[in-house]
């Protein structure tokens, strides 16, 4: 384990006012699962804490413990202290938010820095990880069932449950200890992968429709339209995961899911790479980040192919620059 000193765990220790912790919009398991862990260890430490999000918990997260008491976001409420967590900065909670103090913890590279008390390791293999680290650091016997499965949530997710190149040594030594401490790894992964809907499964056949190959191969991508949800009686966070189907094909090295998001105007783009694209250099070019096997942004762009256009343009750079050729 990380033998470290972590500047947020004294602050956090003398914190007398409110905390909100708080996770990017349209949370995935790491962000959820991070921000849940914090959440209940604060409070097991007699904190004034709370935790919110722009969205509602999707469904495929549920399960994770006391998410029904994560507050919706904009609340108009004051917290002394803001912790957004699995985020690049603030403006990843998609909303406004009214805080004193402003702390990022989380594993992605670059984004706004806050100051010492941000907890940010681009090596780690999930926010989660550094959540459990924090704990550790503090008082590693407050680990309990509940706080052991909210972690375990983050780090499994995020490594495509131990599949991911993030995968190492220390994160088995992680999962290990989360299991010794309650977490049930066969519930964790039925709850998040095994509960679809028929709806869902509709979504995803029309979605397959638009998988197209470019780049001879080297890129797949699909199309998520708004209307595919409306039509199928799903939304947007069933969305989520679908990028891995192009992803699976075989000689590809870039895949991305193109999601229409008509109320905000934009393209959403997920992106993911299998082993030499830095898929984070692509996304940052196009205003978003994240990591090199994953990454997102967003395209302002009235039609898909106008979307489309703008973001193989940064692919075929991306693939030149790494010299990545069939």
Not at 39 to 48: A, E, M, Q, V
Not at 117 to 142: F, G, N, Q, R
Not at 287 to 303: D, L, R, T
Request: glycine residues 8%; aromatic residues 10%; hydrophobic residues 35%.
């Amino acid at each position: 384990m990380r033998e470290e000193t972590i500047p947020l765990v004294e602050l956090l220790k003398e914190a007398k006012g409110s905390v909100l912790i708080l996770t990017h919009e349209n949370p995935d398991g790491d962000a959820l699962g991070s921000a849940m862990a914090l959440y209940l260890f604060l409070k097991k430490k007699g904190k004034n804490a709370f935790v919110g999000c722009k969205d509602r918990v999707p469904h495929f997260l549920d399960f994770i413990p006391h998410c029904e008491e994560v507050i919706s976001l904009p609340d108009g409420r004051y917290y002394d202290i803001g912790i957004i967590v699995d985020s690049a900065g603030f403006y990843r909670a998609g909303t406004e938010v009214k805080v004193g103090k402003r702390i990022r913890i989380d594993h992605h590279v670059g984004g706004e820095f806050y100051g010492m008390h941000d907890y940010i390791d681009p090596k780690a293999p999930a926010t989660a990880s550094l959540v459990y680290e924090l704990i550790k650091s503090w008082d590693c016997s407050a680990i309990d069932g509940d706080i052991a499965t909210c972690i375990y949530a983050g780090l499994a997710t995020d490594t495509g449950f131990f599949r991911y190149s993030n995968t190492t040594e220390y994160t088995f030594d992680v999962a290990r200890d989360l299991v010794k401490h309650g977490a049930n790894p066969n519930y964790v992964y039925r709850m998040f992968s095994e509960r679809e809907s028929v709806n869902k499964m509709r979504l995803i056949s029309k979605v397959l429709d638009t998988l197209s190959l470019y780049e001879e191969g080297l890129v797949a991508g699909i199309t998520i339209y708004d209307r595919f949800f409306k039509e199928t009686g799903t939304e947007y966070s069933d969305s989520e995961g679908l990028v891995n189907y192009p992803r699976s094909l075989e000689g590809v090295e870039v895949a991305f899911a193109l999601i229409e998001k008509p109320d905000e105007g934009v393209w959403k783009v997920s992106l993911r790479s299998k082993v030499e694209v830095d898929v984070s250099k692509i996304a940052e070019r196009l205003g978003g980040g994240g990591h090199k096997y994953a990454s997102g942004c967003k395209i302002k762009a009235k039609s898909q192919e106008k979307a489309l256009e703008m973001l193989l343009a940064e692919i075929r750079k991306q693939l030149d620059i790494q010299k990545i050729r069939v």
